[in-house]
């Protein structure tokens, strides 16, 4: 009589029956990792070349997106797909934009690393670790067969090949890393940016706010001064400009509205338009109730001839307010002109002041756009007390990340979670290819998602500190990026992954060490199947530029309904680079120019893969045992540990021979300095000089130059554009390319 037939209803099977049968199905499936493997390649490489096949399909359709610089005109669309890869592939650089080309150039560097390296390693280590391994008979199967945890109990000196390839790759890594410094400062050093003669200086203390007690600060060092402006508390003025481009964008909107209707309406009748324009009631004099009644009782205006009095009311004002900066708050901070270059990187590295706090942070700013004029008038206590909130907000976030992050490692693992957990035996009843999906294409997902929102939270906290350059933003930022992404995608779903096989193992009764050394390794699964899913569809968006596709394709033609919205749509946003270098500098470890700031910082970030390297091979070695159960590769443990002070030895020599040449240019080529053309720029509030355009599209019937005559007459002062786009007599908008 069989088993099933004994048992009743009511009997519930043995928990060791239970214990075999998820044991069982865990083996069947080749471990699941090869299944969950093969799931997260094939879907990662189906993401990519739907991708691909989609931007050769469509990026001649679309020049405004794949096209939308000057670096990049349109023509070159037309060329074919061999042509068009060269071009891709050519390595030049943009001296105009170092941001573009250190990128290009940090990419070029991660290949320069690994491809020799995978080159050389894999056809060493594969053969090495499979052939007369464990394999299934002591629970190593699936892609495990190919890895660390596979080596047989009774070879364990082929360990010695993998601490002898160990030494070559980190000689490797450090003999790259130094080169890319040395380049980086050569480059840097012939940029515009090294160039630069203005420095803005923050919390000046109140007996130098006098232009002349300034200057006689900085008169010790070389040339002259040649200009020096106090910065201004133009808050109120900027409330203003806010209010006049809201009412520039309202009286946008309501003039297109009226040319589309009006348009519209003459095709329909034969060329008799009948269009009426907006009623609007004014805004009610006060929120209380009376003010309500008020404003209920009023007659409903013009809305057009409203908003155009109401346009110029308020630019009268600002223009009025701009005649009289004196009348604005003097602020503790100030733009210092020097005629010599050298004299603008010496003074932001020297002290200035004998009391902590003043006289800092002092920043040469590589443009207007780069000033975060919000936080140039906070004072320095204020600017303390940000930091400190935001970085306790910050590390709040990045714990509580953890247990998500956890459970997302565990799910990678989640056949041996069944040994554990009672209410997940029904997993093992599912397909195989179905686990594939559960361990290899949802962790990665759910872990991209998660790491994407901690991102936007990361970008706000960060520019809430009080800092007032944007390019020392995106440092701060890719740092704080860096680290989480370190912490939580490599150690915290390493381990994670890894504790599910160990505690049962261990549960089991066999020894903590060789159940560490088997099954620590077999969380790199994961990990391997996030690389492939970062790098395959990370790369594949970048290329498509999928959010501005959507963008494009249905957002732009429900909400785009003004050529000022149309004109920002094709613009786009810049790249923060912030946190988009963290996820390609992690993955190696496990229209703003910065001048190409992130570049060192990024290779910065790449030895702490090396040391996490190091530090897993050396616990690794300790922790392999042969088939008596001794530790069989103390040797190369103790080798492999010298490598970390070794290491950090080298990582000190180069941060004291590079660090000071990162950012400041050395004296050594003042000359070349004081005789290098820059292209000058005005640093100045943008509160003082910005403009509100207005643009409407121009017809074939004269209706956008009868409303563009109106304008220029009741506005005055206000530019009034209808070149940049023109209408249909469906009502369409088109830009002119």
């Not at 590295?349 to 004998?354: A, E, F, R």
């Not at 989640?414 to 397909?431: G, H």
């Not at 505690?503 to 690389?531: I, M, W």
Request: positive net charge.
């Amino acid at each position: 009589m069989s088993g099933r037939e004994v048992r009743t209803a009511t009997d519930s099977p043995p928990a060791d029956l239970d214990f075999n049968n998820s044991f069982a199905k865990a083996q069947q499936l080749s471990g699941v990792s090869l299944s969950s493997f093969l799931a997260s390649l094939s879907t990662s490489l189906a993401i990519f070349a739907l991708e691909i096949l989609v931007f050769f399909a469509i990026r001649g359709r679309f020049p405004e997106i794949y096209a939308s610089t000057p670096e990049t005109p349109t023509n070159k669309l037309t060329k074919s797909i061999a042509t068009w890869y060269a071009d891709l592939l050519r390595f030049e650089r943009d001296r105009g934009h170092l941001d573009r080309y250190f990128f290009q150039r940090y990419v070029r560097t991660l290949l320069l690393i690994f491809l020799p390296a995978a080159l050389l390693i894999t056809p060493i280590l594969l053969p090495t670790n499979y052939i007369n391994g464990k394999a299934a008979k002591l629970g190593v199967s699936g892609i495990d067969t190919l890895g660390w945890s596979n080596v047989g109990l009774d070879h364990s000196d082929r360990y010695w090949v993998h601490l002898i390839l160990a030494f070559l790759f980190i000689a490797h890594v450090c003999w790259i890393l130094w080169n890319e410094f040395t380049s980086y400062v050569a480059i840097r050093q012939n940029s515009p940016s090294a160039a630069l003669r203005t420095m803005l200086i923050d919390a000046i203390p109140g007996c130098w706010m006098d232009e002349a007690r300034l200057a006689s600060q900085f008169s010790v060092f070389p040339g002259k001064i040649t200009a020096i402006s106090f910065n201004r508390d133009f808050r109120k003025l900027s409330l203003l400009v806010a209010q006049r481009d809201a009412l520039a964008r309202s009286l946008e909107s309501a003039e297109t509205r009226y040319i589309r209707d009006t348009v519209t309406s003459a095709r329909k009748r034969g060329g008799e338009p009948n269009v009426r324009r907006d009623l609007i009631r004014p805004p009610a004099p006060s929120r209380s109730l009376r003010g309500l009644l008020a404003w209920l009782e009023q007659e409903k205006v013009d809305a057009i001839l409203y908003r155009r009095r109401e346009l110029r009311r308020v630019t009268e004002e600002i223009e009025l307010k701009r005649s009289m900066p004196e009348d604005f708050l003097q602020l503790p901070s100030a733009f210092i002109t020097f005629e010599d270059p050298l004299a603008a990187h010496m003074a932001c590295q020297t002290v200035i002041h004998t009391n902590p706090g003043y006289m800092t942070p002092r920043t040469l700013p590589t443009s207007v756009d780069d000033i975060v004029w919000d936080n140039v008038c906070i004072t320095w206590w204020e600017r303390n007390v940000r930091t400190v909130a935001s970085n306790v907000v910050i590390a709040a976030l990045a714990m509580l990340c953890v247990v998500p992050v956890a459970l997302i490692g565990l799910l990678s693992q989640i056949i041996y979670l069944t040994r554990a957990l009672e209410w997940l035996r029904w997993v093992d009843r599912l397909p195989e290819w179905s686990l594939g999906l559960f361990q290899g294409v949802l962790p990665p997902v759910l872990l991209a998602v998660l790491v994407k929102a901690f991102s936007a939270a990361l970008q706000h906290l960060v520019r809430k500190q009080g800092i007032s350059s944007k390019s020392i933003i995106s440092l701060r930022v890719q740092d704080f990026y860096f680290c989480f992404l370190f912490l939580q995608t490599t150690l915290v779903v390493s381990l994670s992954a890894g504790l599910t096989s160990i505690a049962n193992e261990v549960a089991s009764g066999q020894s903590l060490a060789a159940t560490l050394a088997k099954n620590l390794p077999k969380a790199s699964n994961y990990f391997l199947s996030y690389v492939l899913l970062q790098a395959l569809s990370t790369s594949a968006n970048s290329l498509l530029r999928i959010d501005r596709l959507v963008a494009r394709l249905f957002l732009a033609p429900i909400f785009d309904k003004t050529v000022t919205q149309k004109l920002v749509r094709q613009k786009g946003a810049d790249i923060e680079w912030g946190v988009f270098l963290p996820v390609y500098t992690n993955l190696a470890c496990i229209e703003r120019d910065s001048g190409g700031l992130f570049y060192p910082k990024a290779l910065k970030h790449l030895v702490a893969g090396l040391y996490l390297m190091e530090c897993s091979l050396t616990a690794l070695f300790f922790l392999t045992r042969n088939s008596r159960g001794e530790a069989a590769c103390i040797a190369q443990a103790c080798l492999m540990a010298i490598t970390i002070p070794l290491t950090a030895v080298y990582h000190h020599l180069v941060r004291k021979a590079f660090n000071p040449l990162l950012i400041f240019s050395p004296t050594s080529i003042g000359d070349t300095l004081t005789s290098r053309s820059v292209k000058s720029f005005t640093l100045e509030h943008r509160a003082l000089a910005s403009a509100s355009a207005i643009r409407i599209p121009k017809d074939d019937l004269g209706i956008s130059s009868n409303e563009a005559a109106q304008l220029r007459e009741a506005l005055k002062s206000t530019p009034v554009l209808e070149d940049d786009a023109t209408i249909t007599s469906s009502g369409r908008i088109t830009l002119l390319k």
